[in-house]
Structures are given as C-alpha cells and as structure tokens.
C-alpha cells in the first residue's frame, strides 16, 4: 500500500472528501498521527484511505477551515481508486 503525506497547498477536492466524511463532526487528538520527519520536525496528520493508498494529511488552521466550509452531497461517497501522486514539499521561503 502507498503511503503519501499531503499538506493542506496540495490537497484535492477527491481527499477532502474523504476527510469530511471519515469525520463528519471533526476531529480530536485521538484521530491524530503524529510524527517527527527528515528534518526533525514534529508532524501531526489525520488519516484518509483509498483501497491502493494511505494519505496523511497534514494538520493546519486552513485544513480545519476548509473541512469545515465543505459541502459534500449525499451522494458523494469515499473514492476507492484514486490515482494521485503527491510528494512532501518544503514551504517556499
């Protein structure tokens, strides 16, 4: 299985989806991965998963504001193939 780690600048429509629907109400610190990367930095992430593909995603004001303005229809419903490559990217200074 294919991990990716995704930060909030690179985040499709298709895994914001995901979130708003693996957590309808939020979430809590429990529903936090977190972790320290190649540069020592500590990561906090929340979980989203396809049936080929884990991403974490990273945990910001904007990642919050943008689940929460999020509008998912009835219809809509977790992907289970979705075929996206996204690598970490360091913030431009």
Do not use: W
């Not at 972790?35 to 990642?63: G, H, M, P």
Request: proline share 3%; with cysteine; net charge negative.
């Amino acid at each position: 299985m294919k991990r990716v780690i995704v930060d909030y600048k690179k985040l499709s429509e298709d895994i914001l989806n995901l979130l708003v629907i693996k957590y309808p109400n939020g979430f809590d610190d429990a529903d936090t991965i977190t972790f320290r990367n190649a540069q020592n930095e500590l990561v906090e992430c929340i979980e989203a998963r396809t049936d080929d593909t884990i991403y974490l995603v990273k945990v910001s004001k904007r990642l919050v504001e943008a689940m929460d303005d999020h509008e998912v229809d009835e219809d809509d419903e977790p992907m289970d193939d979705v075929d996206m490559d996204f690598d970490e990217e360091e913030p431009e200074d």
